[in-house]
């Protein structure tokens, strides 16, 4: 009996002890994991080394995960995280919410952030102050293959006709490397892929009003150039998401992708990975009836405001955001930067060579709409277009139901 | 007698009972309030609609979709595995040379987690570089779209699910199996019944009950499907390959419209007791 007593208060002690533990750190923060989270842990290692006593808590959790905790910790006001990183799709309803705290009450925010990418760190979107800073300065990027373009003399596209041309070209050749890959898994994949061509042919998700504008004129001949690229594409493209676009690509089956990401890029340029070494170009998105409109993917961070180490927090994030340590990140681990002194940087420059092409894309980079919704507004945005990209809705009918069921949601 | 008064036997059981009602009885009133209102989340609102939720799901292509889907793949994927295990098990219930060997073989998809089982089948469905269209290919056929030709991606999940889960069927028949009495074999065999007859009205009335407990065990596991569906296809092409949970899922903790995910899985409970309620009503008609 007394066994088992001391066996019960030693569990009911150490599980108290962990709880404790936990709530004793310093800071607190939740991020991504991959390689954002490796970037953390190296910056949180690098923060340490210069305060030895600080305890910092450092949770590398799932996309999916890190946003129904933060939510619900934010909404249920727990305190469970000081510094935040958000997917700049979230950042609409965190600020909305009043879940970040605001940056500049004590000061302004100083340094070269690139405007495109702190903007929407900011709350009316680049009007107001700024609640979180960009810590990864991800773009949609466009990529071609040099060499291939070379031996069938094309030249580089600088809109989506041309991309369509080459597209043609390069798959009548029929040897086994198809025009263009994309992702065309129904969702954020999808949309992801899409949305290039679709502002680059005019067209707008949600109108000023508040209201759903997909199937627009302009809309409608967007996603009809997207099928149409579709037939250069390898088959199976339906459900292609970043493992296969990167396969395609580094394999030599596609000659251009619709959409990279500054992340996947150097391992295009390894040889043990890839068979296109150094045969890549890497540049901003084609435009069309407008100009070049390649898609913002920042992620940011920013202090909750029920932190319980708000001070820590902030010192942190100033830490993390520095020039010094995004350079420190890029050199060690490939992580884009938001500052623009980091991308002219010569020792960056050396290593990654399509860095200043990401700087022109980030600079000219367009923000999805900035909206409470997104998440949902752009599932059933990606549902539709991949019920026009098995043929199972033409892209009139497609955009119109899309249209439709986005109103009801905005409606909520 | 174990307790020496009802009251003991009442203290020390009601500390248990109280934490399981709160624990099962909270959720299921916050789904049944949420079910009949609209639910705003992050402004912490909540206002009573009626069965407009229930409308809009059932006015919803995407919602009736998950549901053909999900007891299309349900009901096949559960008949195939407990076939399958049947065969297995009659197998397995004789003896032949390699058995010791085997049977960790034929068990062993079940011990692997599922998203390890997906990402394997994934790699093998892929059109170009898989190891299925590969040995297609090798034999001079067409290479088949697996998870891309919306007729055929719910089969493909299937074909994952059937290989991962019929070991757990056929482990519950073949101790069905293994518990039915000698003696009664051995008469029929000396009656002169063919194996067939013996297997036909000995055999299988008697594993009876562990079939149908087998079915009703991976009717409602099959009817949650949703690791696979996210691992392999994400519920497309299109909306091919969509299930109840995972549109569940997506409502709730991607869009956090509980409203609808509430009335969504309010539906879904129903369905799953109706299901269950006909393998229990034949199981134990069958036991009798």
């Known amino acids: 009996m007394l066994k088992h007593s001391s066996l019960t208060l030693a569990l009911t002690a150490s599980m108290a002890l962990g709880a404790a533990a936990v709530q004793a ?30 305890d910092i808590e450092l949770l590398k959790l799932p996309y999916g995960s890190l946003y129904e905790k933060l939510v619900i910790s934010m909404r249920e006001n727990a305190g469970a995280y000081d510094l935040v990183m958000i997917d700049d799709t979230w950042a609409t309803e965190f600020m909305s919410n009043g879940w970040l705290a605001n940056l500049e009450e004590q000061s302004g925010i100083t340094g070269d952030f690139i405007t495109a990418a702190l903007d929407i760190s900011r709350y009316p979107v680049g009007q107001g102050p700024a609640y979180s800073l960009p810590v990864v300065g991800n773009v949609a990027m466009f990529t071609y293959n040099k060499s291939l373009f070379k031996e069938f003399g094309l030249t580089r596209p600088d809109n989506w006709e041309a991309v369509k041309t080459a597209a043609k070209t390069i798959s009548a050749k029929n040897n086994g490397t198809t025009g263009v890959v994309f992702r065309g898994q129904k969702g954020n994949p999808i949309v992801t892929g899409f949305l290039p061509l679709f502002w680059a042919h005019g067209g707008v998700i949600v109108d000023d009003g508040g209201k759903a504008h ?32 990167r396969d395609a690509i580094q394999q030599r089956k596609a000659a251009m992708a619709i959409e990279v990401w500054p992340s996947w890029v150097p391992s295009m340029d390894d040889p043990d990975q890839s068979k296109v070494v150094r045969e890549m170009e890497v540049i ?20 909750a405001t029920d932190a319980k180490h708000d001070k820590a927090a902030r010192e942190f994030l100033e830490f993390l955001t520095s020039a010094e340590n995004q350079k420190q990140l890029a050199i060690d681990l490939g992580l884009p930067p938001t500052r623009r002194s980091v991308y002219t940087d010569a020792d ?16 000219h980079g367009k923000p999805r709409p900035r909206i409470e919704r997104w998440n949902e507004v752009e599932s059933i945005l990606g549902d539709y277009l991949q019920l026009a990209m098995i043929g199972e809705l033409d892209a009139r009918t497609a955009l119109d139901q899309a249209n439709r069921k986005i109103d009801r949601a905005l409606k909520r | 007698m174990l307790f ?29 309030i949420n079910a009949f209102s609209y639910v705003d989340y992050a402004g912490a609102e909540r206002q009573f ?36 295990g049947l065969l297995l098990a009659v197998l397995f219930d004789r003896e032949f040379p390699v058995k010791r060997f085997a049977l960790p073989i034929v068990i062993y998809p079940m011990m692997l987690s599922t998203l390890v089982c997906s990402a394997i089948w994934r790699a093998w469905y892929h059109y170009d570089f898989g190891f299925l269209n590969n040995a297609l290919v090798s034999l001079g056929l067409s ?13 493909s999940v299937m074909l994952v699910d059937v290989w991962q889960w019929t070991p757990m069927s056929f482990l519950i028949i073949l101790a069905g199996l293994q518990s039915v009495p000698a003696d009664i074999k051995d008469a029929a065999l000396t ?30 596991d099959t009817f949650k499907l949703f690791d696979k569906v996210y691992a392999l296809t994400g519920g497309g092409p299109g909306n091919s390959t969509s299930t109840l949970s995972l549109f569940i899922y997506k409502q709730g903790f991607k869009f956090f419209n509980l409203g609808l995910a509430s009335a969504g899985a309010l539906m879904m409970l129903l369905i799953a007791c109706l299901l269950s309620a006909v393998y229990a009503w034949r199981y134990v008609g069958a036991k009798s």
């Open chain 2, 49 to 84: 609609v009626g069965l407009d939720n229930f409308a809009e799901l059932i006015d919803d292509w995407f919602f009736i979709g998950a549901v053909e889907n999900t007891l299309v793949f349900s009901v096949m994927a559960s008949f195939v595995q407990v076939g399958l």
């Open chain 2, 191 to 220: 009656d002169g019944a063919s194996g067939w007859r013996r297997f036909r009205y000995i055999t299988l009335p008697l594993v009876m009950p562990q079939i149908l407990l087998a079915l009703l065990l991976r009717s409602i």
């Open chain 1, 214 to 245: 997909v199937n627009s004129d302009q809309g409608v001949q967007a996603l009809e150039s997207f099928l149409e690229l579709k037939q250069y594409a390898p088959r199976g493209v339906e459900v292609y998401n970043s493992t296969e676009v």
């Open chain 2, 143 to 155: 290479p088949v779209e697996w998870l891309f030709d919306p007729s055929l991606a719910l089969f």
């Open chain 1, 348 to 363: 960056v420059v050396a290593k990654y060579r399509w860095y200043p092409n990401q700087l022109d894309a980030l600079e």
């Open chain 2, 4 to 32: 020496r008064s009802r009251l003991q036997l009442i203290s020390l059981m009601l500390p248990a009972t109280l934490l399981l009602a709160v624990l099962t009885l909270y959720p299921i009133s916050q789904i049944l």
């Open chain 1, 25 to 54: 750190a310093d800071l607190v923060i939740a991020g991504r994991d991959g390689i954002y989270g490796k970037a953390l842990e190296e910056s949180v290692a690098r923060y340490q080394a210069a305060h030895p006593d600080m």
């Open chain 1, 284 to 303: 901003a998105a084609p435009g069309q009836v407008k100009g070049s409109s390649p898609m913002l993917g920042i992620w940011q961070m920013g202090v």
